[in-house]
Structure formats: structure tokens, C-alpha cells
């Protein structure tokens, strides 16, 4: 009964590849977000979906496109891997967009070779 | 100047010990502040909300300073199970986007 969930948790590619990542929650919540930590650990907002419209669009190179099927999916799928995209990318979701709690699923360690 | 900093330690303590960490922001029509924990290799979760009257959980105290801009975080009697990376975080001004500021964090390292 996880609340948030990732797959896949670890993603080891070569550059030039694309690769998407996915994420469900079944909380039901309605606004769900794609942070980047990257290796000196900032966690940085780049996506954030509301019922399925995009609220949040950060200066994220338009190679990630977010997708967000219904209220309780947002994929990320990133086109011509690059090396400075190996993260730890976190999904989360909350139960509206106001400034309230944001559940974290558990990550996907993305390593681009 | 980043919009949330903090001292990224690592603050090694004792058992039992009382650490505190500190934390300043930028942008003053920021409208609310958390803190939350996230431990080695996990993911991040909420560890307490911060109010303008400062809020107790526990052996966890949070202080909010909106003058000087500036949130800090109590932890008493330390126990070993605290030991993680302590991230402050702003809610900015933002048109009800649920955006948040994430600070580096600060690692806390509490010995036997």
C-alpha cells in the first residue's frame, strides 16, 4: 500500500539514449511534482501538475517533458541523455497545490554514462 | 544568495546531547515553513511545519523569526535514530502553485 511509488528505482543509460521514468500515488491528491537532487544534495523543483494541468514549468531544459495521464500519474520522460543528468529524481505529490505537505516517493537513481 | 541556507555540518553530537540548526531565507513574502528529514539514500518527509508562534513536537522545537528572516530547529536528548540530513524549507510568495524551496540541509551525525 505504498503511497507514492517510482519505477524504475535505479536507471544506468548511456548518453544520447531516452529514457522515462514513472510515478503513481494513491493517495488522492490532486497536484503532483518532479524534483532533481543532484550530487551536492539541492532538491529542486521542476515540474508540478494540478489535475493534470501544468502549474509549475521551472527552467528545465525542454529535453524532460512531463506527462501526466490522469490526476494520479506523472511520468517524466527525458529525450538525448546527458552526463549532468544523473540525479536522484523524486516524485511527490500533495493533497492540493496551496503550500501543505509534500509525500515523496522513494526516488529513481538515474546514472547517464 | 541562495533563497534557503543552511549549514550543511556534519554536526557530530552525543547521545543526549542538544543540537540546534539554523536556517535563513531570502525572499520576505515567503508565507510558510517546514521542516523535513530525509535520511541516507530515502527520500525526503516531513518532520514538522514551523509557525509564526514556534510549535513543539516532542524533543523537536521550531522557531520562525519573519524579522530577521530566519528558522531554526531544536532537537533534545539526541538519540541515535536522529541522526539524518535536516532540510529547511520555504513556501514562496507564488500564486498558489504549491512550489518549495529546499535548503542544501544539514547532516547530523549523533555518536554512541
Known amino acids: 500500500d505504498t503511497a507514492v511509488s517510482q519505477t524504475p528505482k535505479y536507471l544506468v543509460t548511456q548518453m544520447g539514449n531516452d529514457k522515462s521514468i514513472k510515478c503513481e500515488q494513491n493517495?488522492?491528491?490532486?497536484?503532483m511534482y518532479w524534483y532533481k537532487q543532484d550530487s551536492k544534495k539541492f532538491l529542486k523543483i521542476m515540474f508540478s501538475?494540478?489535475?493534470?494541468?501544468?502549474?509549475i514549468n521551472e527552467t528545465v531544459p525542454n529535453r524532460f517533458s512531463p506527462k501526466s495521464p490522469d490526476k494520479a500519474h506523472l511520468n517524466l520522460h527525458i529525450n538525448s541523455l546527458e552526463l549532468g543528468d544523473s540525479a536522484v529524481y523524486f516524485c511527490?505529490?500533495?493533497?492540493?497545490?496551496?503550500?501543505?505537505?509534500?509525500?515523496f516517493g522513494p526516488g529513481t537513481r538515474l546514472l547517464v554514462l | 544568495r541562495k533563497e534557503v541556507e543552511q549549514d550543511p555540518g556534519p554536526f557530530n553530537v552525543p547521545e543526549g546531547a542538544t543540537v540546534a540548526f539554523n536556517c535563513t531565507y531570502s525572499?520576505?513574502?515567503?508565507?510558510?515553513f517546514f521542516w523535513y528529514r530525509q535520511d541516507c539514500r530515502k527520500e525526503p518527509k516531513l518532520l514538522m511545519s514551523v509557525y509564526s508562534s514556534g510549535n513543539e513536537d516532542g524533543r523537536f522545537t521550531a522557531q520562525l523569526n519573519r524579522a530577521s528572516q530566519y528558522i531554526s530547529l531544536l532537537i533534545r536528548d539526541s538519540k541515535l535514530s536522529d541522526s539524518a540530513t535536516y532540510l529547511c524549507v520555504v513556501a514562496p510568495f507564488s500564486g498558489n502553485t504549491g512550489k518549495l524551496i529546499f535548503g542544501q540541509g544539514t547532516t547530523l551525525q549523533v555518536k554512541p
Open positions: 525572499n520576505s513574502a515567503s508565507q510558510s
Open positions: 501538475y494540478n489535475n493534470k494541468e501544468l502549474i
Open positions: 511527490a505529490s500533495s493533497l492540493s497545490r496551496g503550500p501543505e505537505t509534500q509525500y
Open positions: 493517495l488522492g491528491h490532486d497536484t
